[in-house]
């Protein structure tokens, strides 16, 4: 099952996503399903009628959080050693952005590199839970592109406003439910190019090691998200450039990129 969240103009409705490619539909459902049952309205909507727009599946309640290095072929790109224990930081809410959205080079940063990533969407209030109890506080899927001011990131030691700038979150297109989330590819294009390739089974901490951890440190809230890490082959966004981030059973996530 795909969940969407998606506007034609006013406030944003959530849909069951049918079908792909030219027949796709959105079968409209009253609320938002991580706080209520799916509930078909009975309403349909074609996915590229004029006017119908994607919206990020989810605006995390509390916060984002994501994992460093979580790939050790990344650690190596980066010329970092692959921490003992996940290396955690915050992307805030109001980094989030989603499909076709544009991400804004901030003016303060030369160097902006695409991050494509799996990210997990919570369900449940989740406080120290154990890995074998973890998959069942996750509520779905998504494509995620950390962008990161790579030039900030090295000369500050805070990761905040290298990680967390405005735009810094697409997510999308939207949620899949159900997935087995343990071998899937996670591939980054830039203008139909391929920079990133490798497969979630490559994580050096698995997902339900990672939810339990983080839930260790901090109550996860229902529509909060954890970005898993990337794969290799981070490299640089430019003005112009369309960057995909594309997961295996989940679907590709595409923005443009603007400097203003
Ligand atoms: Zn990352």
């Known amino acids: 099952m795909r969940v969407a969240r998606f506007t034609q103009g006013s406030d944003p409705r959530y849909a069951l996503v049918e079908g792909d490619g030219d027949g796709a539909e959105l079968v409209v459902i009253s609320g938002d399903p991580i706080y209520m049952p799916v509930q078909p309205t009975g309403e349909r909507v074609r996915l590229d009628d004029d006017g119908v727009r994607l919206l990020a599946p989810v605006i995390p309640r509390s916060k984002v959080v994501a994992v460093a290095r979580n790939y050790v072929a990344h650690a190596e790109e980066m010329q970092v050693e692959v921490p003992e224990r996940p290396l955690l930081f915050f992307k805030p809410n109001t980094s989030v952005i989603g499909p076709d959205d544009p991400i804004v080079v901030p003016e303060w940063s030369q160097r902006v590199e695409h991050e494509g990533e799996l990210a997990v969407v919570i369900g449940k209030v989740t406080k120290d839970v154990s890995p074998e109890g973890a998959l069942a506080h ?123």
């Open 138 to 260: 996750v509520f779905g899927y998504t494509c995620s592109n950390d962008v990161t001011a790579r030039d900030v990131q090295r000369s500050e030691v805070q990761w905040a406003r290298a990680k967390g700038f405005d735009t810094s979150c697409p997510l999308g297109p939207w949620i899949v439910l159900g997935l087995d989330a343990e071998d899937l590819e996670v591939t980054v294009r830039v203008n139909g190019e391929r920079r990133q390739h490798g497969s979630t089974s490559q994580m050096v901490f698995d997902i339900p090691y990672l939810v339990s951890y983080v839930s260790e440190a901090f109550t996860l809230l229902p529509g909060d998200v954890i970005l898993t890490g990337t794969p290799a082959g981070t490299g640089p966004l430019v003005h112009r450039d369309v960057v995909e981030v594309e997961v295996e059973g989940v679907g590709t996530l595409r923005n443009p990129v603007l400097r203003r």
